[in-house]
């Protein structure tokens, strides 16, 4: 599990692509090192992927088909900006929302609006995760924790503070982008359950 805080953006540094597989490296901070063996899960662009080798300071992560699928995963050269965070530590305080690291899909990078210490940026998203989406709730988006803005048909915004610019890439993001799309669970799991309900009782 993870918070959607984003403890670094950094490029990649070396890929290894083959049929229906990647292998990516990143190099790690010696605080983001501390304690983290093969096996441990790290968020890569809100994705969970497994560490697969520690050499130094350099991890490497392998990826296979269905998270190629269903990421923007696939679309990573070397020295592309990726976020990165560490498991979370029920010990620390949680200053984002829960976020599980399996993405829901993707979303399309539509407008970028910026002003003076503040940026909005609208995305647009399939039918299937639009109804999931509403003014105000959480969304994981390239493994940032943020807040929707503004939700008109199946287009949506976010509003961000200069912190969130500094820490993430979404300073580097340009327009037709695609972004990694975690929907919050609760929200979810409470939409799906009375349309499951709605259905049963009512037919389509």
């Excluded at 979810?188 to 049963?200: A, C, D, G, L, R």
């Amino acid at each position: 599990m993870f918070t959607g805080i984003i403890q670094l953006s950094t490029p990649i540094i070396d890929t290894n692509k083959k049929n229906n597989f990647l292998s990516l490296s990143i190099e790690l901070p010696k605080i983001l090192l501390k304690n983290l063996v093969v096996g441990a899960s790290v968020s890569v662009n809100g994705c969970c992927l497994t560490a697969t080798m520690i050499s130094s300071n350099i991890v490497t992560f392998d990826i296979i088909k269905e998270t190629l699928y269903c990421t923007n995963l696939k679309f990573l050269n070397v020295g592309d900006i990726v976020n990165v965070e560490r498991s979370m530590n029920m010990n620390k305080e949680i200053g984002g929302h829960l976020i599980s690291g399996h993405i829901h899909g993707m979303g399309k990078i539509i407008n970028i609006i910026s002003l003076d210490n503040n940026k909005t940026i609208w995305f647009n998203v399939e039918d299937k995760l639009i109804k999931f989406i509403l003014p105000k709730g959480f969304i994981s988006i390239d493994g940032i924790s943020l807040t929707i803005g503004k939700v008109i048909n199946n287009n949506f915004c976010v509003y961000l503070i200069p912190e969130t610019l500094r820490c993430t890439n979404l300073k580097n993001r340009k327009l037709f982008d695609f972004v990694n799309i975690e929907i919050d669970y609760q929200t979810k799991t409470i939409i799906s359950t009375v349309e499951k309900f709605m259905q049963n009782k009512f037919g389509n």
